[in-house]
Every structure is written in structure tokens, then in C-alpha cells.
């Protein structure tokens, strides 16, 4: 990841961040869908600056200093030669900083989307949802820390289909809670038949059975869709 100073360099309100790397490398995806992955960055930039924890947790107040012969900063941690005009602002000590990190490694991530809180974007989906199935799926999802969908209930005229949910994105994918009236033969032909039709179109096309027992393996094989969960 890359970063810069917003909106400006002699004003710094917020930090942009950004893939570096040519067509991505997945690393921002990484960290919005992965609760945890934010706590692994934290604790990376306190070891990187030179300190470990003391105690089980890092806290600010219990921080121990591993290079007593780095002042401000140094090559081994936070210059480089990209950031040489902030070198004289650098200061690896500072204790706002280093309890913002602290703070941090023990924070959990929520996504959101469209400017609506993850609570806010639970609530919606709940309410537009069309069965109990498909609550009972949206209530495992919430629990476990997956990412939640960012529609719900939207039709597809072009294929005359109607998924129960959906994840915009580069590849996007198509959610279908399959209940009793998916379980004879010639339905399972129809919607194999539109499965195959959804994918030719570039859409990843994720069906769950009504049988919950199978939600956790279909969760795991989609993680570039629903994140990795987080265990409480």
C-alpha cells in the first residue's frame, strides 16, 4: 500500500491509502473484509517502529522500546527515501500516535456501504429480505463478522432472475437462499441452466441449500466474497 496526506501535505485531516501496485494486489480487500487483518497492520507498524509489548496486549503505557539507539526514527524503521521531505516530522516516540496503533490492535472492523452504518446496512437487508431463511442467513453473517451484502431482493431482467442477494465489485457476486421449492429435479435443471448463464456473464453465482449445516463450508470456499469471520 501507498499513502498520502489529505488534502494536503501541510494539512493533514485524513490519510489516503491506496494499492501501489499495478492492478492491485488485494491487500485494501484484505483489510475490509477481514475483521482481524487491521490488528495484524497495527501490531506490524509498533514492531516495525521498535517496540513490543510487555504484557499480553499492547497498550501505550506498556510498551518497551527494542532499539535504544534510534531517536526519532531511523533507516531500519520509519525513513526512507520516499518520505525524505517529512523526515524532520517524524518522531517514532510520539505517544498520540503510538496510542492510536495500541489501540488498534485490539479494534474490529465494520464494513458498511453506500454511506450506511454496518448496523444501518443490516437493518435494510433485513427488512427487504423475503423469508426466514433468508434472515436466519443474514443473522449468521452479522454473528460470525462476514461481510454483509450490498443489495437484497433486485432482479435481473436481462436473465429474469431475481437473487436473493448480491456484492457489487469488480467481480460480483450473486447470493440464492434455496428453500424447500429448489429441492425436485426439474428445478435443480432450471437453475443449474441460469447458473451457467450468470457466470458466462462474469457473475460469481453462490447458492446455499435451506440445510444451515452447509452455511459454514459454502462461507469458507468464498472468502474474496464474504470475508474470513471472525470467532467469538
Known amino acids: ?70 531517536e526519532a526514527g531511523c533507516y531500519r524503521c520509519l525513513l526512507s527515501y520516499s518520505n525524505q521531505m517529512d523526515h524532520r516530522t517524524i518522531q517514532r516516540k510520539n505517544q498520540e500516535v ?8 485490539r479494534a474490529d472492523v465494520q464494513r458498511g456501504t453506500a454511506g450506511r452504518s454496518a448496523d444501518e446496512q443490516f437493518e435494510e437487508l433485513e427488512r427487504i429480505s423475503g423469508s426466514s431463511l433468508e434472515k436466519a ?8 463478522g462476514y461481510r454483509l451484502p450490498d443489495k437484497a431482493q433486485f432482479t435481473l431482467s436481462n436473465f429474469m432472475v431475481r437473487p436473493d442477494f ?13 428453500g424447500p421449492n429448489h429441492e425436485s429435479d426439474h428445478q435443480h435443471r432450471i437453475d443449474d441452466a441460469k447458473n451457467q448463464i450468470l457466470r458466462d456473464s462474469g457473475y460469481e453465482v453462490i447458492r446455499f441449500p435451506k440445510e444451515q449445516s452447509a452455511w459454514p463450508a459454502i462461507f469458507a470456499k468464498y472468502p474474496d466474497v464474504f470475508g474470513v469471520g471472525v470467532t467469538k
Request: with cysteine.
Open 137 to 144: 442467513w443474514l443473522s449468521i453473517l452479522k454473528k460470525q
Open 166 to 178: 448480491g456484492y457489487d465489485g469488480d467481480s460480483p457476486a450473486l447470493v440464492f437462499i434455496d
Open 1 to 70: 500500500l501507498a499513502s498520502e496526506p489529505l488534502p494536503r501535505r501541510d494539512l493533514r485531516n485524513a490519510i489516503l491509502l491506496y494499492e501501489s501496485a499495478e492492478g492491485g494486489a488485494g491487500v485494501l480487500t484484505q483489510i475490509a473484509n477481514d475483521p482481524t487483518a487491521l490488528r495484524r497492520v497495527a501490531e506490524r507498524a509498533l514492531r516495525v517502529a521498535h517496540y513490543k509489548p510487555t504484557g499480553t496486549q499492547w497498550h501505550v503505557d506498556q510498551l518497551e522500546d527494542t532499539d535504544q539507539t534510534c
Open 98 to 105: 503510538l496510542n492510536l496503533l495500541c489501540r488498534l490492535t
